[in-house]
């Protein structure tokens, strides 16, 4: 449905972007932000859906600065390649992808979302404190606790899953208590359970969590 441009950050590192748009004219742009996996079939079917929801979106490729054209599926093995390449990129240098991924998106429109998973969950939250966006909704961040003290710039959304053992209840208590205006909602599932290419998919938390998420980015971005 889509296809890959490059795009460069303000560092001048040139990085590959998949880039989707909607059938007439976009509500608003969204920027999907992926998990360790990279851009993968999964994270170009998201960006497919909310296009078909009528935005405009781009899902930048983070890993991009580790290993040209990172992707891979969910196996064990995968997620161990997925989590040393995730160690390679600099959380900074990632936050300025992002930074050029939203500035190439405000070229054509003015109202801008960011979502993202997994990891891309914590990039997003950096993306609402670092950025700044119209809005920002984050899936399953595991970081986000390690950067709590930083204040978003636009409204956020956050999805966690009550079983999710990488992510302590107790964090997501302490990011509530920091940022009270932050809507924050816990499901009866695990890590990943957006991801219908994982064991953790859980329809009933994903449709609910997206319903959600559509409802924001229809307040705040068009």
Not at 151 to 164: I, L, Q, R, S
């Amino acid at each position: 449905m889509g296809a890959f441009i490059s795009l460069k950050a303000e560092d001048g590192h040139e990085f590959d972007c998949y880039k989707v748009d909607p059938e007439g004219t976009p509500k608003g742009g969204v920027v999907v932000i992926q998990e360790i996996f990279g851009v993968n079939a999964h994270i170009r079917e998201v960006a497919d859906g909310y296009a078909a929801e009528g935005y405009a979106v781009l899902a930048p490729a983070l890993f991009d600065r580790a290993s040209k054209n990172f992707e891979v599926g969910y196996t064990p093995d995968d997620i161990a390649k997925g989590r040393d390449t995730r160690a390679e990129v600099a959380w900074d240098d990632a936050v300025k992808d992002v930074a050029a991924t939203v500035a190439e998106m405000r070229k054509s429109q003015t109202k801008i979302g960011s979502v993202g998973y997994c990891w891309g969950g914590s990039m997003s939250w950096l993306a609402a404190t670092r950025v700044g966006v119209s809005a920002s909704v984050c899936y399953y961040g595991g970081q986000i606790a390690m950067y709590n003290d930083e204040a978003p710039k636009n409204p956020v959304m956050m999805h966690f899953g009550e079983n999710d053992h990488g992510i302590p209840m107790a964090d997501v208590d302490k990011i509530r208590a920091a940022h009270g205006d932050a809507e924050i909602f816990t499901y009866p599932a695990g890590h990943g359970f957006n991801c219908d290419h994982r064991g953790d998919f859980d329809p009933a938390s994903a449709k609910i969590a997206r319903e959600r998420t559509l409802a924001f980015f229809a307040k705040h971005v068009g």
